[in-house]
C-alpha cells in the first residue's frame, strides 16, 4: 500500500497535492492523540456530549456542526496553539460564539477558520502570538486598524465578497508579515509610516491605485503578486517603475478589471497596451494575464521579450482578434502556454518561436481553425478542450506527426507526447 497518493498535478505533470490512504490517516490520528500532540473535537455518539476535554491538546479541529454547542460550554485550552476549522459548508456563528474563542485559546498562533463565517470580532487582536490567520468575512470592505497590532502575524488570509479592500491596518508595522492573500483588491494608505515590508512576499491581490514606487520600495522583496482593477490607470505610467523596482518578483497575475465601470458591453475600455518589457520585473517566471483584451500584436512586441518567462496563463479574452502571427524567434524560456476563452481564428507561427514549450493548453477556443504544427517542435503535451473539429484534428495530426518522430529516434524510454483530448471537443 503507498502511503501517499497524487491528489492534483499541474499542466506540465508535477505533483501538486497528495492524499493519504483511510487506514492511514486513521492510524496518524489515534497516534497523535496518544501524544497529545492533535485533537478532533467531536460529541460522542452515545450520550451526544464532547469525548475528552482538551486542556492538554496543542491543536484542536472541527469537522462537524459541533462548534456552536463547544464554544457555548466556554472550553479552557491554555495548551492549544492551533484552531483548525475544517468543512465542506460554511457555518455560519454569532458573535458571543466568536469572542468566546480568544478568550478560550489566549496562546493561539493558528486561528484557521475559513470555514467560519462571522463579523470580524475587536478582541481578535488580543491573541497577540497568532502566526497565521484565516478570516471568512463575506461583507468585509475595511480591515480595521487594530488588526496591525497582531505584530506576530506571518500570513493573512481574507475570504470575502467585496470587490475591495481597504486597509487601515497597517502593514508597514507588522514586521513578519510574509503572505497577504486576498480576492479582493487591496487599497493601501499611501501615508503610513512604519519600516517593514522586507519580509513581505506575497500581496496576491493589489488594487491600481496602490502600485506606487514607496509600496515598491517597501515591498522590495515580494516574489508573488496580484494587481487587479482598472490596469491603465497607474500601471502604463511612464513614469511609475513600480513593476520594475520589483527585483525579486517571479510570480504575477494582472486582471482588467472594469465591468464594473461601464453601464454596458460599449462603455467597456479595454486595456490600451502593456507596460514595456523592460519595465517587467527581470526575474518575472510567471504571468497571467485575464480581461486585458489586448491586440495579439502585444505578444510579440512585449510579452515574447521577457527573458525568463516560463509560464504564461492568458484567460477570459486576455487578447482578442480574429490573427495571431507568432514569427521570428521569442519566448526563449517559455515551457507553458495556455490560451482559454480566446475569440482567435487563425494562428500562424515559425518553429524558431517558443523553442522551449513544452506543454501547451488550448480551451475555449471555439473558432480557431487549426493548432500551428510548428509549435510542437518540443511539445510534450498538448491539452485541449471546446474547440471545433478542424482544430481538434490539427491536435490528432500532431500526436502522429510526434508519434513518427519518437519512432525515428527509437525512443522507448523516457517520457512521450501526452494529447488530453477534452469531451467539448468536437469530432
Request: hydrophobic fraction near 40%.
Amino acid at each position: 500500500m503507498n502511503l501517499l497518493i497524487v491528489g492534483r498535478t499541474n499542466p506540465m505533470g508535477e505533483n501538486k497535492t497528495f492524499r493519504v490512504h483511510d487506514q492511514v490517516r486513521a492510524f496518524c490520528i489515534s497516534k497523535a492523540a496518544e501524544l497529545n500532540l492533535f485533537h478532533e473535537v467531536k460529541k460522542s455518539s452515545n450520550e451526544g456530549l464532547f469525548e475528552q476535554p482538551i486542556q492538554n491538546y496543542r491543536r484542536v479541529c472541527f469537522h462537524s456542526d459541533d462548534l456552536p454547542d463547544f464554544l457555548s460550554e466556554k472550553p479552557e485550552g491554555k495548551k492549544v496553539r492551533s484552531f483548525l476549522c475544517f468543512r465542506d459548508r460554511s457555518i455560519d456563528l454569532e458573535t458571543k460564539y466568536i469572542t468566546a474563542i480568544p478568550d478560550a485559546f489566549g496562546l493561539l498562533r493558528v486561528l484557521d477558520s475559513k470555514s467560519i463565517k462571522f463579523t470580524l470580532p475587536t478582541r481578535l487582536v488580543k491573541l497577540i502570538h497568532l502566526r497565521y490567520v484565516t478570516l471568512r468575512v463575506d461583507d468585509l470592505k475595511i480591515l480595521p486598524e487594530p488588526m496591525s497590532q497582531l505584530f506576530n502575524l506571518q500570513t493573512l488570509v481574507v475570504e470575502t465578497k467585496s470587490r475591495t479592500l481597504a486597509m487601515k491596518a497597517n502593514i508597514w508595522r507588522m514586521v513578519w508579515l510574509r503572505h497577504l492573500k486576498t480576492k479582493a483588491a487591496i487599497v493601501l494608505d499611501q501615508k503610513w509610516e512604519g519600516d517593514a515590508g522586507e519580509n513581505l512576499q506575497t500581496l496576491s491581490t493589489l488594487s491600481p491605485e496602490s502600485c506606487t514606487e514607496s509600496v515598491s520600495n517597501r515591498a522590495r522583496n515580494i516574489r508573488e503578486l496580484g494587481i487587479c482593477g482598472n490596469l491603465n490607470e497607474t500601471l502604463l505610467d511612464n513614469d511609475n517603475k513600480f513593476l520594475e523596482k520589483l527585483r525579486l518578483l517571479e510570480k504575477l497575475k494582472l486582471v482588467h478589471d472594469v465591468h464594473y465601470e461601464a453601464a454596458n458591453d460599449k462603455d467597456y475600455k479595454p486595456m490600451i497596451r502593456l507596460p514595456q518589457h523592460n519595465r517587467f520585473p527581470p526575474n518575472l517566471k510567471k504571468l497571467t494575464l485575464t480581461k486585458t483584451s489586448l491586440d495579439w500584436r502585444h505578444m510579440s512586441t512585449t510579452l515574447a521579450m521577457i527573458p525568463k518567462l516560463e509560464v504564461l496563463k492568458l484567460k477570459d479574452n486576455a487578447f482578442t482578434g480574429m490573427v495571431w502571427t507568432a514569427v521570428g524567434g521569442g519566448f526563449p524560456s517559455l515551457q507553458f502556454l495556455l490560451v482559454e476563452d480566446a475569440d482567435l481564428v487563425i494562428w500562424k507561427a515559425s518553429d524558431d518561436h517558443f523553442p522551449s514549450l513544452a506543454c501547451l493548453s488550448i480551451k475555449n477556443c471555439g473558432k480557431l481553425i487549426e493548432i500551428p504544427m510548428e509549435v510542437a517542435k518540443n511539445l510534450q503535451k498538448l491539452d485541449i478542450d471546446f474547440l471545433r473539429r478542424s482544430a481538434t484534428d490539427s491536435a490528432w495530426n500532431i500526436l502522429r506527426r510526434k508519434g513518427r518522430e519518437q519512432e525515428e529516434q527509437n525512443v522507448r524510454w523516457g517520457a512521450r507526447f501526452l494529447l488530453s483530448v477534452g469531451s467539448g471537443c468536437e469530432s
